[in-house]
């Protein structure tokens, strides 16, 4: 199994390698002054004797977007651990340069903070304009959709060829859905989906490639409208958090590479640490948009990714929130005519539930544990059968033109099956007003309307609404039940296409449906008055939403917020822990899936329980390619350009006075340091030991940020190669270290909660034994039998 | 300022000094076998000579209540750290035995999670019912008073004699609070307040003596219970969330030590690191039943205790918030009446703000900044005037019998200030149903009563939820600019008496009245419609409460949690936020002055951040007392009963065998694992080097937590004296390690992330150099000028 080495990308379609394993062998026994030397492989090496032979032909920080053939079927394992996927760093380089900058006063300090706050409120702004776009632009295109569809519906009913109407609103969908699908294959594959399990690994730590890049700003959100237009099963929620991750990422940099704009602006946040923290704000505006949730943007953010609790970040990232559903709620009530009545805080609102009436009694809280178990099941069921579909597009459908092929193909579908169910529906309904946007008589008697076609002929957040507050009498057992079942079927074959979709909405309004359906039935069976069907069906909405996500905490927030009273907390929560408790017993929930289906390092809050046998000895990369504290130019870049081990972080060592066998620990220095060093060509002459080339400063390594270049486009002269570099100043001279005995879940919480990318195992005299990264901690897992090792490949 | 060498408890008032500093000197050097040695002296180890001449008369982890006479003025100082306060150690000791018990099977793992969650459920339910007893009881016993005052006021009114019913009143005052001082001065000083100090320092990792004690809930109750009754002008909200945290604390350990009763359950939690998390569960469902905002809990818990984010146990968290509150709404209602409403979520309700007609507009958001600005100044007006009293009181009143005349006297003012400004008001209003409690009619015609009554005649809650929700005109401005002004300085003097009782209540009061006010200017100069009055309350109370406790986002989410929409979430927000910049700008936080009046060793968020040219050499301390892996019993004895250098942590170390003159760290034990394994005499024989006693396992050090004997009851005989003792065993083998070269935030940031209590400075070759406690880190402090260092001292 380790040497199963094939290439998948988020999207199923490799675009490129960015970053290989942080890896090193290990420097040890004598000394010769400028070549590293090889330890014997320990056994644990050996577990790595598959890197040599892969596919490894580009640089860790290499831009490259070279186009592969791919054979026809890939073989794929959920056990896999890639190499490809980078760490980020939130452990601060302390070198001299960046002790010097930060010895200033404090007034310096204060400034930095303001700039922070001032980026907080621009990711808010602009998350909420990025927003309101989508918003307005998706019901233009629908209304016009759905218009055409009608007219020509409505028209051809009487003439009896109804046929044409549904080819027309078939090949309307496929068509849309095609564009839609053509530039995400072709452009941007890591814009596919919800982008919510990229945000969550970024927040994690792994750098997924392109993921906060402009390019695929701008495929989601023309892929989200085009989805949602194209009548899939599909919500716009999701993406916006990807969105939102993008927009701050981009803000806080002050720069854009893709358009090759930098405003030398913010330049103090071009690193890891920094950029990070901002994302996370990104990511709950993005969430605080869609749902008008602020406080459960907050905690989503927090739940998928913090590590360490910062109050001034949670409060900043809070500010970006409020701000983003402020300027949404500002620009859609005045889109919407009502400048003052600020009454559209998100995307989707599920409008006022009158508590008055729709109150709980105690009496309904096992009712609403059922339902929690009822959404567990579908949830599972819902992931189980997502699983295999995912497996099947790993395998068989991994070219772009294939993935639009099938894209299209869903959209048709989904139209057909609307356009039956409607058909055969007898479910007709009195006109009242002007509650249904698109009335569709059909068959219906004059001043009826089909209930059927009020499901289909709406983007899914409205018929989400409808479900909830129409009146009770509106919709027919019958309906739901059709309803709730094909939905299902679309929603689960439509998530994982080459579109850009979320699938909270598509969830919800399945959950909502059978709810609905439960509310009716509990009315019938037991005449219970108080069973309100809209009630039944918000909880069924959580339900359902739960038993896929599986998100605790922060959903109970956002339904709360979403809903806009804090009335239904307890029966949400109540209703989400036993999704959660029951989906977790069959299967994983959705984005976990998916994210170990990309053989993501994904690193869990805590180590598996049973592994406290384990100990950094057992669980660290050895050998580890150590440097001298002043290295040979020439070795530094043998080391860089080997491409057989792809290492990113190396120990600095150096000897010890009176022990000369002895090399101790003295930093770590990083390949996009070295890198950035050799570019500026930070040499000594090996005769005079002074410096002959101007002084470095951070500023030179935050403009490499983030894209350094690769080692091969770096020339050194037979003359330089014999140069000296000295990195005393430049490497981190503090790393944190572990001893060898310690146990895997001391490691584990050491490197997960300051949020390491290399953490040096040392012996009992400080000397290098080894090297833990992301995917030594990552490998291991909780399986159904215990403990068990993911194999690392080159996927 | 360094020999200042005083004692201040949280009540201004010395019951016991439990935990001298950790410090410990340093072994380098050749060795001797078996005693530690000391190297010179270093620079920094000056700091700490003043410790030798200071009250050290108790062990670290003693129990002793002796009576000490105290002088008449104590002087005091707020730049200084007390000595007295120990850490909480969040580091799991992962020696053998712990090792050995966690090499279990996946089952035994699925009972501990099972066992976590039936006590958050258990300490759920037993903090709501303890919050439905006290309110229960407030609700009786305020009654009753009420209606013996107004019984008598509206009997002697007629007569002419008033004073009669004003000393009445003040002497039923008097007494009742009288009653409620005298249990908290005399039997549990530290329940005095509002205990969230207390519990912030506690979650931070501060063991604050007898803080989660049986006794400490007890008087904490009955204490607020009697200062409500009395009539002071406290809330019973903070309070509960002390007394959440006792109910965690005990819950937990499944036994009290107060009692003398060991249920032999939850032994596996008898640890510092799983019993904090349960007092943060414990906080979370103290807050959520007094606000009705189990969010808000969990927000709270994190925002002031957690280090390190952990998803399970803040769903945890979140559960026993939910069941707290659910605990409380059914038992209220039921008492109340209506069994299937739970319409009381919480201890104080703010009652529903009808959405559709109290909506807010943007031109209204300059308002509200503007309030916030106003709660910011008269928040900071309020902490300097608590900080010059408070500062007064550690000086002058720290005897408890003079601490409970204070509090009478307040008492006594209270009612004589609350009657004269009754009757001085000439505010009447008609009466309308019964919405007021206790109309009292005094001067006014008949079928109106006196407006300024209502407000003085009623618990605090009832007053904030009337200022809310009477319709506009219900108060006169005078009457409102009055109350405001008196109450103001009331509940100033009041924070900080020797009684049980919490400032959020006042707080809000204050706000509502003053934005009541502020609200009914507005209509009358601008005669803006929409300037409801109660929504200026909402906003005003918002303000004040933000200006003086400064919290941020968990104060946001009750607010909306108690308010019961999300509406006013961005206002709310925005006030907040304002008003905790104006305050900071003048005074810090009231509760994180009081922790800084008490000389705590509280950590922040983060280091200072001018603080990066200070490296852990300069910050240690220095020398540490190391001992041997294999160790002489009369040596560790010696070290123990060393009254001068109370340590409680101790490098193990080795010497390496190459290199004969290091001693390499290899481990770290604490002087409660020493004190277990002497009791236990787990001795070696000298010449047979084989165990002689039963092995220890982990159970014997579980029951001795908390509690462990002091060095002084165990006998260890001559013989003895001369074993071995063999550390290995019981030793942490693996404790974190800095090198001396790292920065201040560095070591800062690895301290405050992993909870720890013990953080090792090693050099090259990983030979102990000093040792990092939180003392050592909590005396760095960003001051007006810059960084400032705090003096240690024994207060």
Redesign the interface.
Known sequence: MANVATKVSWSGREREVEGQGETTPLLNGTASPSKPRQLTPSSSSTRLGHLSDVYLDEDSELELDAPCSLPHEIPHNEKLLSLKYESLDYD?C?NQLF?EE?????TA?RTVEIRRWVICALIGIFTGLVACFIDILVECLAGLKYKVVKGNIDRLTEKGSLSFALLLWAALNAGVVMVGSLIVAFIEPVAAGSGIPQIKCYLNGVKVPHVVRLKTLVIKVCGVILSVVGGLAVGKEGPMIHSGAVIAAGISQGRSTSLKRDFKIFEYFRRDTEKRDFVSAGAAAGVSAAFGA??GG?LFS??EG???????L??RI??AS?IS??TLN?ILSIYHGN?????SPGLINFGRFD?EKM?????EIPIFILMGVVGGILGAVFNALNYWLTMFRIRYIHRPCLQVLEAMLVGAVTAAVGFVMIYSSQDCQPLQGNRVTYPLQLFCADGEYNSMATAFFNTPEKSVVSLFHDPPGTYNPMTLGMFTLAYFFLACWTYGLTVSAGVFIPSLLIGAAWGRLFGISLSYTSGWIWADPGKYALMGAAAQLGGIVRM??SL??IM??AT????Y??PI??VL?TAKIVGDYFVEGLYDMHIQLQSVPFLH??AP??S??LT?REVMSTPVTCLRRVEKVGTIVDILSDTSSNHNGFPVVES?P??K??L???GLILRSQLIVLLKHKVFVERTSLSLVHRRLKLKDFRDAYPRFPPIQSIHVSQDERECMMDLTEFMN??P????Q???LP?VF??FR??GLRHLVV?D???QVVGLVTRKDLARYR?GKE?LEELSLAQT
Chains 1, 2 share one sequence.
């Open positions: 601060n302390e002790l930060e010895r200033r006063n404090h300090f602020p406080v907050v927090l739940e913090a590590s360490f609790w910062n109050q001034f949670t409060w809070f500010f409020m559903t402020f500002s400048p003052w009545d600020l009454s508590s109150g709980y009694t105690i009496q605790t905490l109970t927030v709360m917020e806009g009273n804090v009335t907390g307890f929560m109540l822990m809050w805590e329980v049973t406290h046998s950094a010890v009176d022990a066998q002895t101790g620990l003295r001279p503090s944190y270290t572990v001893p005995e310690a146990s001391r919480k050491l909660a300051l040392v009992n005299q400080n909780m215990g």
